[in-house]
């Protein structure tokens, strides 16, 4: 698997999740620089976390308009799978590359801590190592993580399978929801689940020194699908 993780001005997890890239894939992925116009081939384009712009306007607001993102939307388009965590999830949406926006957390503070996340299908490239309805412990660290859409949009998202993640309790019961994200919604595709959208960091939860392995599922699920 050949992949690609863009860099904007204020970016901080590209380090993080190149290495749970490398670790699953067995392949060092290529670093982009936002201003460049073009992306090498590759199967996967990586959008991380971090802070990109400063997070002036509105989180992502600025990165959806650097040149590197023409060439993100047309190899979206082609279908090469994309995967945008946290601010790159922000910077998706703001694209347009998936549907919704983040807002500010519902409790107006910044939230760093381990969630638990139920995996809502085992049937894409991102989430094929999981079983459906599996609960996951993973760090979250947002301050917009809120994810809305009008009620339409939020049910074609149910109705297609396209809620990827949701927030849940260790049972996989709802009832812990950090944000006030809509249906408690972490993470959602496009109509063909080759862009994945998710708050939370998996590349954090990716080797057993941090104390958790299980985001590593979905580094493993985009090697096996992409090799």
Same mark, same amino acid.
């Given at each position: 698997m050949k992949a690609a993780v863009v860099i904007f001005p204020g970016s901080n997890r590209e380090h993080d999740i190149a290495a749970a890239l490398e670790a699953s894939s067995g392949r060092k992925p290529v670093f982009v620089w936002h201003g460049e116009a073009e992306i090498p081939p590759v199967d996967l384009i990586v959008l991380p976390g971090g802070f990109s712009h400063g997070d002036y306007l509105r989180c992502g607001a600025m990165a959806a308009h650097s040149p590197v993102m023409r060439a993100v939307k047309t190899r979206a388009e082609q279908g090469v799978a994309v995967l945008g965590v946290c601010n790159g999830f922000q910077i998706l949406t703001e694209a347009g590359l998936l549907p919704g926006a983040l807002l500010v957390n519902a409790g107006r503070k910044f939230i760093c801590r381990? +969630?638990? =996340?139920? +995996?809502e299908t085992s049937q894409s490239l991102f989430t094929n190592r999981y079983e459906r309805d599996q609960v996951l412990s993973v760090p979250m660290a947002h301050n917009e993580g809120n994810y809305v859409?009008? #009620?339409? @949009? =939020? *049910? /074609? =998202? @149910?109705? @297609?399978? =396209? +809620? %990827?993640? /949701?927030?849940? /309790? &260790? *049972?996989?019961?709802? #009832? *812990?929801?950090?944000? #006030?994200? %809509?249906? *408690?919604? &972490?993470g959602v595709f496009n109509r063909s689940k080759t862009v994945l959208g998710m708050m939370p960091h998996p590349e954090n939860a990716s080797d057993p020194a941090v104390g958790s392995i299980d985001g590593k599922g979905l580094f493993d699920s985009l090697a096996a699908a992409l090799k």
């Amino acid at each position: 698997m050949k992949a690609a993780v863009v860099i904007f001005p204020g970016s901080n997890r590209e380090h993080d999740i190149a290495a749970a890239l490398e670790a699953s894939s067995g392949r060092k992925p290529v670093f982009v620089w936002h201003g460049e116009a073009e992306i090498p081939p590759v199967d996967l384009i990586v959008l991380p976390g971090g802070f990109s712009h400063g997070d002036y306007l509105r989180c992502g607001a600025m990165a959806a308009h650097s040149p590197v993102m023409r060439a993100v939307k047309t190899r979206a388009e082609q279908g090469v799978a994309v995967l945008g965590v946290c601010n790159g999830f922000q910077i998706l949406t703001e694209a347009g590359l998936l549907p919704g926006a983040l807002l500010v957390n519902a409790g107006r503070k910044f939230i760093c801590r381990n +969630v638990n =996340l139920r +995996v809502e299908t085992s049937q894409s490239l991102f989430t094929n190592r999981y079983e459906r309805d599996q609960v996951l412990s993973v760090p979250m660290a947002h301050n917009e993580g809120n994810y809305v859409a009008d #009620g339409d @949009e =939020l *049910d /074609r =998202l @149910e109705g @297609e399978g =396209l +809620v %990827a993640f /949701r927030y849940c /309790r &260790a *049972d996989g019961g709802t #009832g *812990d929801n950090p944000n #006030g994200s %809509a249906r *408690d919604i &972490a993470g959602v595709f496009n109509r063909s689940k080759t862009v994945l959208g998710m708050m939370p960091h998996p590349e954090n939860a990716s080797d057993p020194a941090v104390g958790s392995i299980d985001g590593k599922g979905l580094f493993d699920s985009l090697a096996a699908a992409l090799k």
